[in-house]
């Protein structure tokens, strides 16, 4: 589902983003250009991003200069109160003098309540970014992970919490969610994405009840009406046999509408044991994803968005001596494999009236979701039919100091698994509206409260309310808190799917409530001068407590995993700091340190949560010397020590008791840049640092004490990689 932008700006407000194009027709935002209204001499300047909000001016004439050194100054009337994009030419006068200035690769938000930062393309390209669970590698606030040492599955954490907490989307489109919650990470190609929208805790309530710990929304990329890459080519490859290629193209039908077409495939097809467990370390597979989008735009009012997606996914792990062309007995060895095709298509629609913040739409999203796996011995199928429909509305009260926003939506969601001999189906209809007021005044303060009601099939009302709020004292100073509350069903299976890699019996309660949390959050933002340049600090504390969870009892006993509703508390605290510098010229340093304490009730006692690291610190330096065309980054993280499930009545887990060891992670990549091509190497994991036996029973896959679901620390020693990048620009009209 594709996000519209068709808001005027808050308080009398002009929004918009300025751009500048070389003459070598690159576009680049240009921070620190100035916007000058004529009629009063107000003005402001551009962020790092090139992004900026300026007050309208009093009286008729409304013409706005905009300058920047090295390119033309403009001067423009603004007959519109929608977003604007304005664009300077390079000055091509000044031959002997050559100005760069350089796209911040992290934008903070502090404009509104919502706590919220943007991983821009810059970000992404630090390091291999193959897809999107793959984009955080040099970011501490949300911690990508494997769940197991057999089946490759990523998840993500976010706020002490499982990914399945936060609502992860792509333009809108839920994509680790339902069946989709194991592998759906994979389904994103990270050269899909252009931005990152990472929103901490949760965040408006026209986003839906789901989203306890936050939002992660992937904004991709699109074909026009603004510039877009006409053609795009990326082919990748690492030392362990995994290659991925991918091809985006976009061309313009006429003046309003614009199509574009984006393939991937990934490969992997190389057996790797570097244990001699007997285990492959990555399971082999192949991955293909296609996607076809379609903008109409009149350039005015209204806009039109419409795509499908296809992906089709086959992974097959393991033993070494399994043969999947084989029976699947214990005399072939013990198996993993998946199979799953899903089918992805949305229809948006916006409509922005000529009065300022009155804008109207509608979003439909339709997903139909196939797969197929067994472990071991053990089979599984699954398929799901998802459907979601909103139509909502904002506009004034009063003075645009005061915007409302209303909605209604229908949500259709059908699942039919088997696992085994336990069957469990369900048919969710959720029809809800919601209502949300925000309030700002000038710069200082802003106000969003909002409240949903979602009336489910089978659970009964769901009611959200959520408020965020925001004060700036000084334009370098930012508070913001927060208080809101949300819902999720589990879908235990697929949540599980790693402990189905193990001898351990799974025990599901037949009455499993709805999840049910409240999230509080505070953030203090401060930037201020140093080595003549800005440097930013952040600080972050949230407070998560369930009413009602689904809790996965690990420690109850080495040969089962119970799973019922909570009975007692459950809960995160988490404390993170974050120091953003730039010591001299095209040199930026990223530190940042994090507290978590994760905790839940299990068989009566309070314990923490398993597998959680207490203590997560990251480095991150990145030198961009863009006029040479070279960019090199490198990432060290620290994990501290995590809680081990007692595994004690386990034969062969003698040693797997206590905490795991403290460990660090190095990553680094150089990249190399032309006029439209550009190569990177790379690589991770430099340290080396593995999991030594990973896998408890390995020996005896089908014995009793067989388990491969505890897993604190890499699997893989070093890997280096490669590749090439393609990149030509849409030519624009001068």
Known sequence: ???????????????????????????????????????????????????????????????LQISFVGYRTD?????????????????????????????????????????????????????????????????????????????????????GLDGVYALITADGIPVVRGLASGYGLSYIPGTWIREIDLTKGPGSVENGYEGISGWINARMKSPGPQPAEKLFVNVYGNSLGRWEANANAAAGIGKSLHTGLLVHTMQSQLDV?????????????????????????????????????WTAQDIQGGQLS??????????????????????????????????????????????????????????????????????????????????????????YNRFDEQFRDLFMDRTEIVPGWFAQYQFKLKDKVSVMAGYRMDMHNLYGTFQTPRLHLRYSPTTKTTWRAS????????????????????????????????????????TYIRRFPLFNRTSSITADYYHTWFVNQVVTDRDASAQTILID?????????????????????????????????SYSTFGGELMELPLVNRHRAMLNASWNWQEKGWQADATLHYFGSARLPDLSDNLLAADVSGRSPAYVQLMGQLTRSWDTFSWYAGVENATGYTQ??????????????????????????ARIYSGIRLVIQEKQEQ
């Open 1 to 63: 589902m594709s996000t519209l932008c068709f808001s005027a700006a808050a308080a009398q407000t002009l929004n918009g983003r300025v751009q500048g194009m070389d003459a070598d027709q690159q576009m680049t935002p240009l921070p620190g250009a100035t916007l000058v209204w004529l009629a009063d001499g107000s003005g402001t300047i551009t962020d790092p991003d090139g992004f900026f909000f300026l007050d309208f001016p009093g009286g008729e004439d409304l013409r």
């Open 75 to 159: 001067t423009i009337k603004v007959d519109t109160w929608a977003d604007v994009d304005i664009m300077l030419l390079s000055d091509l006068i000044l031959d002997d003098v050559v100005i760069a200035e350089e796209r911040s690769a992290l934008a903070i938000n502090t404009s509104d309540g919502v706590n919220k930062i943007t991983m821009n393309e810059r970000e992404l390209l630090k390091a291999a970014c193959c897809n999107l669970s793959e984009s955080f590698e040099t970011n501490v606030t949300v911690d990508a992970e494997y769940t197991d040492a057999v089946t490759g599955t990523r998840t993500i954490r976010m706020l």
């Open 273 to 309: 044991d570097h244990n001699a467990d007997g285990f492959l370390d990555m399971p082999l597979g192949e991955t293909y994803t296609i996607m076809n989008n379609w903008v109409w735009n009149n350039s005015k009012h209204t806009e039109i968005r419409a795509g499908a997606k």
């Open 322 to 411: 399994f043969d999947p062309q084989q029976a699947r007995d214990t005399l072939n060895g013990y198996g993993v494999g998946l199979d799953a095709r899903r089918m992805e298509s949305y229809l948006n629609a916006g409509y922005s009236a000529s009065r300022p913040e009155t804008v109207f739409t509608w979003h439909s999203t339709g997903i139909w979701h196939d797969q197929s796996a067994f472990y071991g011995l053990s089979d599984y199928s699954g398929q799901e039919t998802y459907y979601r429909s909103d139509l909502s509305g904002g506009t004034y009260i009063g003075n645009t100091d005061h915007l409302v926003r209303a909605g209604v939506s229908f949500l």
């Open 483 to 522: 208080v809101a509350k949300g819902y999720r069903v589990a879908n235990v299976l697929v949540e599980n799917a790693a402990l189905l890699v193990s001898s351990r019996d799974l025990i599901i309660a037949d009455d499993l409530l709805p999840e049910e949390a409240w999230n509080t959050g505070i």
């Open 565 to 597: 509703n909570l009975d007692g508390r459950s809960g995160s605290d988490v404390a993170q700091l974050e120091w953003i510098v730039e010591p001299v010229r095209h040199l930026d340093i990223r530190m940042a340190y994090r507290y978590t304490w």
């Open 692 to 717: 030594q036996d990973p896998i408890i029973g390995a020996g005896d896959p089908f014995g009793p004490n067989f388990d491969a679901s505890v897993l604190y620390a890499p699997l893989m020693a």
